[in-house]
């Protein structure tokens, strides 16, 4: 499936099948518009002289049709299907995002949760049905030692007593399961209160929300820090995979920047890598 839009003067052209995303110029966005499939090279050339050289039309046509062979548009469905259909050996649940609230203290017209309920109505999770969700984790997670689970909303601050249970569940199930439990928590923090903070502070490894203006975030979790080979940044010695990147783009698209990177460099530990090259991630111990 092809989506099309323009935006701040760029052109956008999303391949859901392939998870691509492209950028093109307004020869190729016009190739590609409306369409589901690349018409012939005569065709396109016809239905576009009156706006475009013929010789543009055809280096844009040239340039689609290569994507098309890299399998990065214009992706048939069966490929989707393909890469679905796929599981790795010994696979498993690694993560959860666990919507304890379809509601928020702030309703922000513009949140792309519809005000916080998802247009399902404004209601929190009972008890039991997080603590079943947080069984069904444990049980698909397979050979994983380390699982993860995100309270997400909404704001999941309004049903903090089903965060605090699913918490003390997950250290109560570490004990007999051999599972390692991650919590993280996605919130505007305008329900913090002392309990709360407390509360996040000795359970959620929420590195991410700590500014550096109180501390250094990576001393405070002990974490070693060791030389690039292509750029001036440090890399993290602890964490199994390092890609050094430079940026080699910046674009504006409504209120936010896009950085397009070029990678220059994969570290990886060489125990973590499979005979096929990829990164098996199940043994891999998380930060």
Request: glycine fraction near 6%; aromatic fraction near 8%.
């Amino acid at each position: 499936m092809i989506h099309t839009f323009s935006m701040n003067h760029l052109n956008f052209v999303v391949d859901g099948n392939s998870g691509s995303i492209h950028v093109v110029d307004d020869v190729g966005f016009d190739i590609i518009r409306d369409k589901q499939e690349l018409p012939c090279v005569d065709d396109v050339v016809k239905s576009l002289c009156n706006q475009y050289k013929k010789a543009d039309i055809i280096d844009a046509f040239t340039e689609i049709d290569l994507l098309i062979k890299e399998g990065s548009l214009f992706t048939p469905e069966s490929k989707l299907k393909a890469a679905a259909a796929l599981k790795p050996e010994h696979s498993g649940i690694k993560a959860l995002c666990l919507h304890v609230s379809h509601d928020c203290n702030l309703r922000c017209e513009y949140c792309f949760a519809s005000k916080g309920d998802y247009q399902t109505g404004r209601k929190l999770m009972p008890e039991d049905v997080a603590l079943k969700a947080t069984d069904y984790l444990v049980e698909q997670s397979g050979h994983r030692h380390t699982i993860e689970i995100d309270f997400f909303g909404g704001e999941p601050l309004l049903n903090f007593e089903t965060v605090k249970a699913v918490v003390a569940y997950g250290r109560e199930l570490e004990h007999h399961t051999g599972k390692r439990f991650y919590f993280t928590i996605t919130t505007n923090a305008t329900l913090l209160n002392d309990e709360r903070i407390d509360f996040i502070n000795e359970h959620m490894d929420n590195l991410g929300s700590h500014s550096g203006r109180d501390g250094e975030k990576l001393k405070a979790i002990g974490a070693k820090l060791g030389e690039a080979i292509k750029i001036n940044a440090p890399i993290l010695d602890d964490c199994p995979v390092n890609i050094e990147c430079t940026i080699v783009d910046s674009l504006v698209t409504g209120s936010h920047h896009m950085f397009v990177g070029k990678v220059e460099y994969v570290h990886a530990t060489e125990a973590l890598v499979k005979e096929n090259g990829d990164l098996d991630f199940v043994t891999m111990e998380f930060l």
